[in-house]
């Protein structure tokens, strides 16, 4: 690897460069492939690259050790990647003889500056072109010196993609593969791969009853009993946390007059995201919130405040709707209805700083009890499109930072990122397969207060404007759902555990026994279940593993006599015989939590 470049850019180059080596291949597989396979973009991904094609049928996995065997001797021949430049009407014969549309059309759309010059190949003068072997392909660069350094890649999987994304257009097919420097750097993907696949959360969502999707309500979840007792267990933490922190809990209307969606800007900025209501006519006059913002702001500005009253916390696990495309929605991570342990704090200029801690405090809180690592992205100002004063922003920026710094909060800066009303922090969790998972946002806000006209009194009586902080520490909670389901592997912590306990009798002679047991737990507030089926122990233990249920309690002979049970403990294995009263004792112990 060059010296001069940094690592995650050669893998992108390394992926990229695999991803033409890829589509050379497949066209190996039809006769005259160069002028029926038909070529349209592959750039490289997070780990991974793909190419778009229209092929003449279908690709299947059973396909992949074909194509990788032209892809292994393309890389053994080791040709160098040659860049060129060639005038428009040289580029667009070149691609007419072999019938490649998508690709004149990225030409014509590079001659009419359409396609910006970071997307495909463009030069000053004419096309950027890369040759490798005995394949060309229509490219901007840069790409990794010859085929050889490719060697450790793995053709993945493949899926349906539209030209350009529009669904008006030819339906084409995505190869993914991945490639890596190593082939110990290969191995592991593919490992974290096969591990993260036995953890997706659709599939352990199925099987451990916690969430169903059904094609009459796309992107809605229906929450099963356990599922949903997930989700009011944490919904009810968190509001508790707020509660303690001096957040006031709202609930707020779902439907919301169009003017005050152009009072908020959604109209303007997020109208296409929204579901909205017709009249007859069929205008829209209303639509579904996709955010809390504009109703709290209505709140806020219902009564006079002054500035004894900041900060002021209007906390809403309100339903959100939002009209995601159907093609983009996965599991709980993609969804149409959602909640959020939602905030707003209204502050003045002074007070960003201590908010901010309090705000950073929650999020080491609520992180810190899931044994979630986190980081932030800081988005900064843009110099050509923000609002109000650069003072200000500028303050607000050293505030910010330096509360990062305080907290020793692993940050990276994205200058110029932030939206025209105020910087940004993106957090993102680093989950127990580590990865990184976006979750939580806290936005700082000068603009909807402007839009709002909101005052606060200020101690020598003129009225002045409050800054508004939007901030989510779990984000949606059913995203933060799925990315527990797949931390944990679907082993919750008991506290959260939606059964915490399965009492099972070795026969029916215990019976009397167990439901003691059974009963006592359930009256202190342990969730526990009974199996005094006929099955053997041995079935009964198998099921609360798949269950991933935190303890087994096995009763029989010898636990009736003595007044014990034998536990067996999900993380811990085989505990042994315990007196009823100490195992009560230790499972109130670990429930007894509070974020
Ligand atoms: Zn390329
Ligand atoms: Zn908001």
């Given at each position: 690897m060059p010296e001069s470049n940094q690592p995650e850019d050669y893998l992108e180059r390394l992926r990229h460069s695999t991803a033409h080596i890829m589509a050379y291949a497949v066209q190996q597989l039809f006769p005259d492939g160069e002028h029926t396979v038909k070529l349209a973009i592959g750039p490289p991904i997070e780990n991974e690259f793909y190419?778009?094609?229209?092929?003449?049928?279908?690709?299947?996995?059973?396909?992949?050790?074909?194509?990788?065997?032209?892809?292994?001797?393309?890389?053994?021949?080791?040709a160098p990647f040659v860049q060129e430049t060639w005038t428009f009407d040289q580029a667009r014969e070149w691609f007419a003889e072999r019938n490649q549309k998508f690709k004149l059309e990225l030409i014509d759309g590079i001659s009419d500056q359409e396609v910006s010059a970071s997307d495909e190949g463009v030069a000053d003068e004419g096309v950027s072109i890369y040759h490798n072997g005995d394949f060309t392909d229509l490219c901007k660069g840069p790409h990794i010196e010859k085929t050889g350094e490719c060697r450790y890649f793995k053709l993945l999987r493949v899926s349906g993609a539209y030209w350009r994304g529009d669904s008006n257009r030819e339906q084409l097919q995505r190869i993914y593969g991945t490639a890596w420097e190593t082939k110990n750097d290969l191995q592991a993907y593919l490992k974290q791969r096969e591990e993260a696949a036995k953890r997706d959360h659709r599939k352990l969502g199925r099987e451990l009853e916690l969430f169903q999707m059904h094609p009459e309500s796309p992107g809605s979840v229906f929450w099963l009993p356990k599922g949903a007792f997930i989700y009011n267990h944490l919904s009810e933490k968190v509001r508790k946390l707020y509660l303690s922190e001096g957040y006031q809990e709202v609930r707020t209307p779902l439907i919301y007059d169009s003017s005050l969606w152009e009072t908020s800007g959604h109209w303007e900025h997020f109208k296409d995201d929204m579901f909205l209501i017709e009249n007859e006519e069929g205008d829209?006059?209303?639509?579904?919130?996709?955010?809390?913002?504009?109703a709290h702001m209505l709140i806020y500005k219902s009564v006079r405040h002054s500035y004894r009253d900041l900060p002021y916390r209007l906390h809403d696990q309100g339903v959100l709707h939002r009209n995601e495309a159907t093609g983009t929605l996965s599991g709980l991570s993609r969804v149409r209805q959602l909640c959020q342990d939602d905030a707003h704090n209204f502050v003045t200029e002074d007070q960003i700083a201590d908010e901010y801690e309090r705000i950073l405090g929650l999020f080491q809180r609520i992180y810190g009890t899931?044994?979630?690592?986190?980081r932030c992205d800081f988005s900064t100002r843009n110099p050509d499109k923000f609002m109000g004063d650069v003072d200000v922003w500028n303050r607000a920026e050293d505030i910010l930072e330096s509360v990062l710094k305080n907290n020793q909060i692993e940050y990276t800066v994205d200058p110029g990122e932030a939206a025209f009303y105020g910087p940004k922090l993106d957090f993102q969790v680093r989950d127990s397969l580590n990865r990184d998972v976006q979750c939580a946002t806290v936005q700082l806000d000068f603009q909807l207060p402007e839009r709002f006209e909101l005052i606060y009194i200020a101690p020598d009586g003129s009225e002045k404007r409050p800054v508004v902080i939007h901030r989510a520490i779990c984000g949606s909670f059913e995203r933060f759902i799925?990315?527990?389901?797949?931390?944990?592997?679907?082993?919750?912590?008991?506290w959260l555990s939606p059964v915490q306990c399965v009492v099972m009798t070795i026969s029916q002679k215990f019976v009397d026994y167990a439901t003691e047991v059974q009963q006592l737990l359930l009256q202190k507030d342990c969730r526990v279940v009974l199996d005094n089926s006929d099955d053997k122990i041995g079935a009964k233990i198998r099921q609360a593993r798949l269950q991933r249920v935190p303890y087994m309690l096995i009763i029989g002979e010898r636990e009736q006599q003595s007044r014990t049970v034998s536990v067996r403990s999900r993380d811990e294995g085989d505990i042994g015989a315990m007196p009823l009263d100490s195992f009560v004792d230790k499972i109130i112990r670990e429930v007894d939590l509070d974020f």
């Open positions: 190419y778009d094609m229209e092929v003449p049928r279908p690709i299947t996995p059973d396909d992949f050790s074909e194509i990788e065997k032209h892809m292994k001797a393309m890389i053994k021949a080791n829209p006059t209303s639509a579904l919130k996709p955010m809390n913002c504009p899931f044994d979630l690592p986190f799925a990315m527990l389901i797949e931390h944990y592997a679907g082993a919750f912590p008991t």
